[in-house]
Every structure is written in C-alpha cells, then in structure tokens.
C-alpha cells in the first residue's frame, strides 16, 4: 500500500483537471489516468511477490517442517534439506541452479507480458 500510495501522488493533478474539464466520469479517469500511471509500480510489485513466493522457507520452516510426505515442500526448503540436512551439496548446487532460472524466466515473461500495459 505505501508502493501504490508514493506512486498515487506523483500523478499530475494537471491530468485530473483536464479530465473534469472534459466532463468524463469518475470511472473514465481511473482507466485513462490511475491505472497507466501506476501501472510501472504494478509490474514491480507482481515481480517481488512472485519472487517471495518462489523463496518461501521461514513459513514452511516454522509451521510445517515441509509437511506430511513433502506436500508443503518449495524449492528453497528442498534446497535447505539437501543442502544442510543431507550434506549434498550436488543435487543442493542443482536445486539452487534451477531456482535461479525459474524466478529468471518468470520475471522475463513478466516483463513481456505487460509490456503493453506498463506506462513509463
């Protein structure tokens, strides 16, 4: 909320008053004027989270030890158990290696994907 409040604020007011000026509706300005000017400040923050969420460990750790049979189980948390619990350091170079492509390809198809719609 505080990314999208900083981003709300650097609109120009200049834009809203033309709008009001051209008598179009409320909804009408937030299509037009809202969503592209914030939307460099979307695409930033679906990339964060989509990363944050490939790097899960700290929940699964605390609450689950990886669940019953590994159904709770991400990437960086088999990473942790190969790399420090399992001393194989291999398969954990391995696991890191692909966890690496994975949030790479998803950033880069993130950013081709909303090429369209991001205003800078």
Excluded: C
Aim: without cysteine.
């Amino acid at each position: 909320m505080i990314f999208y409040s900083e981003a709300l604020q650097r609109i120009p007011r200049d834009l809203y008053e033309v709008s009001q000026l051209e008598d179009t509706s409320a909804w009408q300005r937030f299509v037009t004027i809202t969503l592209p000017m914030v939307s460099p400040t979307t695409l930033f923050l679906s990339i964060i989270t989509t990363v944050d969420a490939l790097q899960a460990y700290d929940q699964i750790q605390v609450m689950t030890q990886g669940g019953p049979s590994g159904s709770t189980r991400t990437l960086l948390y088999y990473y942790y158990q190969l790399a420090f619990e399992q001393f194989n350091m291999g398969q954990a170079t391995a696991v890191a290696t692909l966890l690496v492509a994975i949030t790479g390809i998803i950033s880069a198809l993130q950013f081709r994907l909303t090429k369209k719609y991001v205003h800078y």
